[in-house]
């Protein structure tokens, strides 16, 4: 039973919780108190701490929703329904923080130059490097969603790519997506560059291989490693975001510039917005609306129709 009770919310989850929870644990050992069940004035004191020291909102949100997991988890009566616990929590979002500093957006110019410079290459770390920039763009894909594919999730159609994500952050219920891509006419294009990523590195495309791996270099030759492990986020941060600076010089990017940059492209395009809202595997209009960096043309458009 209690495997069943902790899937009821996604791994990813579970983790953060349990972290949070243990943050407190720690804390109210050290004052003598009980982490679980907790008093509501504990935990109470325990939010007024955090804010004191300058916590963010997200680091004391995490703590409120770990130990309310914890209770519930447990079939213990919630401390975090209590009045102070909840106004805490919201008082935290009025704190005065630093400004959030967002990543720049990465658009299809950028992509092609890179594309174009490297279109003769053969070389597996940069066909790899390729291949994981215009799909993590054009489909609008969180990194755990392009880390995890595998080879068999790819399949090659007439005109268009179709893949499959069996496993996303929208998608808690693990129904599956099926993502399609169409081929394109520049040295970008996301069918060409698979195409020969594929039959470069010799991958069957029935195979439970991760898609995206380590490499390894012997002498003049460079291959994918031999185990069946992901390329992990720092790595493939360190090489997408040095890849992308060749042509875009010293800015502010990050893996996920990619899904921001290829979303902003779309919408400043006029695409209809509830294909490029499933495309991106958004479940709301507002998470979708944070990914996209308005063109100037677009915003200038509502002070053209006020006929002033």
């Known amino acids: 039973m209690s495997s069943y009770l902790l899937q009821s919310r996604s791994d990813n989850t579970n983790n953060k919780y349990f972290y949070a929870y243990k943050r407190w644990e720690r804390f109210i050992l050290k ?31 995490s703590a409120f929703y770990g130990i309310k997991w914890a209770h519930t988890v447990q079939g213990f009566s919630d401390p975090t329904e209590n009045a102070f616990v909840t106004n805490l929590l919201e008082s935290s979002k009025r704190q005065p923080h630093k400004p959030k500093v967002k990543k720049e957006h990465i658009d299809s110019e950028t992509i092609i130059e ?80 698979l195409s020969k990523y594929f039959s470069i590195c010799k991958i069957e495309s029935s195979s439970e291989q991760y898609l995206f791996k380590p490499i390894f270099r012997s002498g003049k030759r460079c291959s994918l490693i031999y185990k069946n492990k992901k390329l992990s986020y720092t790595r493939a941060r360190e090489c997408i975001v040095a890849r992308l600076k060749e042509v875009c010089g010293d800015i502010n990017i990050g893996l996920h510039s990619l899904r921001a940059g290829g979303a902003t492209v779309a919408a400043n395009a006029d695409v209809n917005e509830r294909c490029w809202k499933r495309h991106g595997r958004w479940k709301s209009d507002t998470a979708k609306d944070g990914y996209v960096a308005d063109s100037l043309a677009h915003r200038l458009e509502v002070t053209k129709k006020l006929g002033l």
Do not use: W
Request: proline share 3%.
């Open 114 to 193: 890179l594309c174009i410079k490297y279109k003769d290459s053969d070389d597996i770390a940069i066909l790899r490097d390729l291949c994981m920039i215009v799909l993590s763009f054009s489909g609008f894909l969180r990194y755990n969603e392009l880390s995890s594919l595998r080879c068999k999730d790819v399949h090659f159609k007439t005109n268009y790519l179709e893949i499959d994500i069996d496993k996303s952050k929208t998608d808690q219920y693990r129904l599956g997506e099926k993502l399609v891509i169409s081929n394109g006419e520049s040295a970008a294009c996301p069918y060409s560059l």
């Open 31 to 61: 004052q003598g108190g009980l982490s679980l069940p907790a008093k509501p004035i504990h935990v109470a004191l325990y939010l007024t701490k955090l804010i004191d020291t300058g916590s963010s909102y997200s680091v004391v949100q």
